[in-house]
C-alpha cells in the first residue's frame, strides 16, 4: 500500500472539488476533463450538485462517472434548485477530502488555476484560498464597461465599509481546508453571491488566515447567465446587514 | 469586537475632537462648523477617484478566451472519442 501513496505527488492530502450545477450540461463534461488534465497527480474527488437540472446535466454526468469512475466523481443531486449555499453544504456532507475547493461550473473558473490554489496553501498553510480577478496577473474578460463600473463600485464600497482582507469579495474560486469550511459556513445565512461575500467577512473576522491568488475569469461562454436586474438592491442590503451581523 | 462597533467608536472618537476643535477655537468657529461637509465630500471624491482608477487599471485578458477556447476544442475532441454525448453544441 506504501506505493500507491507515493504515485499520488502530494503525499497524502485529497481534494474535494464541490460544482453546484443547474442546466450545465455541456459544461460540466467540459470542466470535468480540464480538472482530470490539470490534476493528475493529485488525489481528488469531483461532487456535482446539481439541482434537478431539465437539461439532462445528471444523464451526462453519470456517463462521465462511467468513464473516470465512480469514486472520483460523486453526483450528490438534489430535487430542485435550492441555492448555492445549501448546494455547498449538501456537497460537504459528502465530501471526503482533508481541503474542499469551490467552482462554478461554467468555465469562468479554469481548472488549470487549481495547482496554484494548492500550492500556495501548502507554502503558507493557509485555512483558505481565495483566487481574485483584480490583481495583477488576473483578470476578467468579456466584461464591458458598465460592468466593470458596477465591479469596481461595488468593491470600493465593500472595502470602505467592511475592511474585509481580501480584494475580490463576491468571487467564489476558492479552496478551504474541511473543517474551516464547516465552521464558517455553519454561521453563513445569505443567499447567492451576498453568500459569497459573508463566507469571506466571517472568515476574516474569525481570524482565518486567508490568502489570495490571481485568477482570470472569462466570461460566459456556454449557457445561459443567472444574473437577474435586481441584484444593486440586494448587494446594498447585503453590505448593511454584512456591516451590522459581522 | 463587531466591525460595526469599531466603526462607530471611529466616528465617536473623530468627533469628540470636531467638538473639542468647536469649543477650543482655536480654528474660527465658521470654518470648524464645516469641516463634517468637507469631510464627507472629500471621502465621496476619494471614493469616486478609486473608482476611476480601478476602471482604468482594470486587469483584462482577452487572451484567456482564445485559450479557452483551445481547452474546449480539446475537450470536445476527448469526450466525443470516449462516449460522452456532447450534443449539438
Known amino acids: 500500500m506504501a506505493d500507491v501513496k507515493e504515485r499520488k505527488g502530494d503525499g497524502k492530502n485529497k481534494y474535494s472539488i464541490i460544482i453546484p450545477t443547474y442546466n450545465e450540461r455541456l459544461n460540466i463534461a467540459l470542466i470535468v476533463y480540464l480538472i482530470f488534465k490539470h490534476l493528475r497527480d493529485v488525489d481528488f474527488e469531483i461532487i456535482v450538485v446539481d439541482d434537478g437540472s431539465p437539461d439532462g446535466t445528471q444523464e451526462i454526468v453519470k456517463q462521465l462517472q462511467h468513464l473516470y469512475g465512480e469514486d472520483r466523481i460523486l453526483l450528490r443531486a438534489r430535487a430542485k434548485k435550492l441555492g448555492l449555499g445549501t448546494a455547498y453544504i449538501h456537497g460537504l456532507k459528502h465530501a471526503t477530502g482533508d481541503f474542499v475547493v469551490i467552482m462554478d461550473a461554467d468555465l469562468s473558473h479554469h481548472p488549470k488555476y487549481l495547482p496554484s490554489f494548492i500550492k500556495k496553501q501548502l507554502e503558507t498553510n493557509a485555512s483558505i484560498v481565495t483566487g481574485t480577478r483584480y490583481v495583477k496577473g488576473g483578470g476578467v474578460h468579456g466584461w464591458n464597461l458598465m460592468r466593470k463600473l458596477t465591479s469596481r463600485g461595488a468593491n470600493v464600497l465593500a472595502q470602505t465599509l467592511l475592511w474585509p482582507g481580501v480584494s475580490d469579495l463576491t468571487g467564489s474560486f476558492r479552496l478551504y481546508k474541511k473543517s474551516v469550511l464547516e465552521d464558517v459556513i455553519s454561521s453563513c445565512v445569505s443567499k447567492g453571491y451576498v453568500f459569497q461575500m459573508e463566507m469571506i467577512v466571517r472568515a476574516t473576522r474569525k481570524g482565518y488566515h486567508i490568502e489570495e491568488v490571481p485568477i482570470t475569469f472569462v466570461d460566459r461562454v456556454f449557457g445561459t447567465s443567472k444574473l437577474g436586474g435586481s441584484e444593486i438592491v440586494e448587494y446594498l442590503k447585503g453590505l448593511v446587514y454584512l456591516l451590522l451581523t459581522t | ?89
Not at chain 2, 466603526?7 to 480654528?27: D, G, N, R
Not at chain 2, 463634517?36 to 476619494?46: D, E, H, K, M, T
Not at chain 2, 476602471?55 to 487572451?63: D, K, N
Open chain 2, 1 to 89: 469586537m463587531k466591525h460595526v462597533v469599531k466603526i462607530l467608536s471611529l466616528v465617536v472618537a473623530v468627533s469628540a475632537f470636531w467638538i473639542t476643535l468647536l469649543q477650543a477655537a482655536i480654528v474660527p468657529q465658521s470654518h470648524t462648523w464645516l469641516l463634517p461637509i468637507y469631510f464627507v465630500v472629500s471621502l465621496g471624491c476619494y471614493g469616486l477617484l478609486m473608482v476611476g482608477v480601478g476602471i482604468m487599471q482594470f486587469p483584462t485578458c482577452p487572451q484567456e478566451a482564445v485559450l479557452l477556447n483551445h481547452d474546449i476544442a480539446e475537450a470536445k475532441e476527448f469526450l466525443s472519442t470516449n462516449g460522452i454525448d456532447i450534443g449539438t453544441y
